[in-house]
């Protein structure tokens, strides 16, 4: 049976990236040897690295004076390099979320953290709105997606300081403005690749402003100096991404990913509006994400939830099962993810409401 | 023509590992899907790190009260992380190379570094011996193989201290005896799998001591409370140290691939020893590297470095060129080498003197 991946992450990945980092497993770039067993600094994988810096620039139309990086630790680790490297004294934090609290809360060893607005009173079901951001702070952090919640700001805030964005769930899905952030961050794992590389794009004469001492790995300097070469990167999992990359450009560019993901969103989103057994957790249009569809049985349905997981199960659908801490269900439907599945999970739901 | 893959890493990696990832790549434990593209908490994955910690305490007979981990950002994270994490105010480092040097740089952010010896004076082509520790220090570090140098410390030196060590580039080359260490670190891409993973075996009564604030992600703590789940962890590393912990096992384990490493090792010293136009670079005999050979012209014979290495290049051997501060030669004869590989050089090397 066909199988529908609706993993939050780690995720769907188009067929193209499967096969061809396959391929390269055993033979990469014709050296009759693994992709994972040549040297980073052999002329076949720098390739990969330049092409790949190469493409992400190309793609997110990236302006002069910014560097693109593939580190590694995740979102969780530029929760420390983020203020470790810009936060002078103070800086602003959008708290939309697990992840922004986390942020949050590794930012405060550096320094005043200003939280201008949260939706935490209501379990992060929306982004907040017409908040104030100090003049004096280095910056504002935002979350562009919160993967748990199913809320995602399509929209940059429109503030007088930079911005620094967690992009790792919603990158690539539609076009930014990347003039607007001193830094972009993203683990790879839901557009990009498999987990182990994490994409920065830093904004160059936003680094070197902070007096402390930064430790070398922690320093974008260091990265930026040696073009992601100051230690191993991570070559597998930066040859797969590359291979989306790549299927990104052959399919149009994050332009035409957006159309296809409101697509999907909307097929999805009207399911749920419509279906008598499901509420959707996000009440506002557009706060609601485009990558993770959160949902939960009608009050009067409650006990059906088992039932649903089961039958959705049964037709296919893998990774339904929302985060403990919405419950319910969450539909997880990035780049890679076909029309044709999200069409298979509102037939489920279908079936199942008519069943009952 | 085949190949033999002498890159001092990411470096040569069992057919077995190739094969099993190239598989999973595809379709992972029977789920259709790719081990790219499951979720990190999927029963599947969690039984794949699971499986791996566990056999990295049966293969180096780990103790009781010992977490294993696998982290990300290779060794250069460690060289901070082992200082945030265990060095109250003073600790001690041999330095033995350019990686002690990186490590012992770090150090010094957070505390006083004692450099007990160094074999700098001789472009570190020796191991110091009979230097003394301080007895108030947190630990002694040390770096077990130095990649770039050919150097190899085969026994732990006898100190009153803990130990730490960068075993990067021989863990599992040989049995250690993992009760003196506080914490030995080493990034996957030697003898266990891809760039992108990192163990770590840490003492579990060694962490907490420290008066600092740890950032969330540079804590072990957390990683052991998670059981290296905190964050998603770099999936398709893991998964593929896995498969090499699995022909490790099926192979003998440490204790087998320690005969091979010395067998292997003896071939190749024992040609440099006698061939006319070759030096190893390393004359102790007690010092030399079993993983990385180093090796230059005699001084005779110094007009004919790039002849060699073309002559070599022609013979299927890879990456034998010498890092460019010993210059010469370097062929890395990790765990998964075969014999045949490192006879096929002795081969060339001979070949190459009779024409000569």
Redesign the interface.
Known sequence: MK?H?F???????PEF???K???A??NFAG??????????R?KEFVAVMDEAMALVKELLHVPEGYSVLFL??????Q??MVPYNLMGKKAAYLNTGAWSS?AI??AK?FGEVVEVASSKDANFNYIPKGFDVPDDVDYLHITSNNTIFGTELLKEPEVNVPLVADMSSDIFSHPIDVAKYNLIYA?A?KNL?????TLVIVKDDALGKVER?I????NYQTHINAGSM????????VF?SLQTLRWLKENGGVEAMEKVNIEKANILYSELDRNKLFVPTVANPEDRSRMNVTFVMAPDYAELEKDFLDFATSKGM??IKGHRSVGGFRASIYNAMPVESVKALVEAMQDFEKNK
């Open positions: 199988k991946n993993y939050a992450g780690p995720s769907i990945l990236t499967k096969e980092t396959a391929e497993v055993i050296t009759g040897l693994s992709v994972m067993e040549v040297s980073h052999s590694q630790g995740g979102a969780s680790l929760f420390l986390k809360k590794e060893l683990g794992q690749g498999p987990s182990g590389a001492q430790p070398t790995m922690l100051f230690n191993t990167p991570a070559t597998l999992p797969a893998v990774g």
